[in-house]
T-cell receptor
Framework: KAGVTQTPRYLIKTRGQQVTLSCSPI?????VSWYQQTPGQGLQFLFE???????NKGNFPGRFSGRQFSNSRSEMNVSTLELGDSALYLC???????????????FGPGTRLTVL | AQSVTQLGSHVSVSEGALVLLRCNYS??????LFWYVQYPNQGLQLLLK??????LVKGINGFEAEFKKSETSFHLTKPSAHMSDAAEYFC??????????????FGKGTHLIIQP
């Protein structure tokens, strides 16, 4: 099976702009999670989608949003970019089985966002 | 809320020596615990996971970890370090809620350096 893919891999934006990142999960995986990785804060959970519904959300401002499509592909959007939004954004998918507890999350290579 | 503490932001060992990366967790309910590895400019790769079955968990590339509830620890070990083990290692926890891909809470990471 192909792994988790993320596009684009690199992105440069300026302050105030908005950006959309895309994630395609492993085939058959219905859960997609997003994480932000920065040198200062480390890896932080943004949100998780399952069957087009956001089920969990981390402690991030409303400028960060996401959605999931019927084919399980997911996008995240950051509006009004700030310098501090420069980070590696990682997407992870999992093959969630009902009642089986937390399942392994498989990560994509990430999108490196630089805000100037 | 759950949390993870990784002792030592940098660990240096000689090639062939024992690798020991420390992870302590805090959780109010039985946790699921993971170790991930990240190579430069890549996403995270799962090394192993604890899901309340055997307390000694074997993973890929010769790594293993032991869940010790009394010590709230999940340290990662490898008997003999190889140059290719040089990378960033992350310990992560999520709660055993009996279902649902909850967000992973990550430690700050440990950079493993292998000396020739």
């Amino acid at each position: 099976k192909a792994g988790v893919t993320q596009t684009p891999r690199y992105l440069i934006k300026t302050r105030g702009q908005q950006v959309t990142l895309s994630c395609s999960p492993i085939s058959g995986h219905r859960s997609v999670s997003w994480y932000q990785q920065t040198p200062g804060q480390g890896l932080q959970f943004l949100f998780e989608y399952f069957s087009e519904t956001q089920r969990n959300k981390g402690n991030f401002p409303g400028r960060f949003s996401g959605r999931q499509f019927s084919n399980s592909r997911s996008e995240m959007n950051v509006s009004t970019l700030e310098l501090g939004d420069s980070a590696l954004y990682l997407c992870a998918s999992s093959n969630l089985l009902a009642g089986k507890g937390a399942d392994t999350q498989y990560f994509g290579p990430g999108t490196r966002l630089t805000v100037l | 809320a759950q949390s993870v503490t990784q002792l030592g932001s940098h660990v240096s060992v000689s090639e062939g020596a024992l690798v020991l990366l420390r992870c302590n967790y805090s959780s109010s309910v039985p946790p699921y615990l993971f170790w991930y590895v990240q190579y430069p400019n890549q996403g995270l790769q799962l090394l192993l996971k604890y899901t309340s079955a055997a307390t000694l968990v074997k993973g890929i590339n010769g790594f293993e970890a032991e869940f010790k509830k009394s010590e709230t620890s999940f340290h990662l070990t490898k008997p003999s370090a190889h140059m290719s083990d040089a990378a960033e290692y992350f310990c992560a926890v999520t709660l055993n809620k009996g279902g649902g891909a909850d967000g992973l809470t990550f430690g700050k990471g440990t950079h493993l350096i292998i000396q020739p």
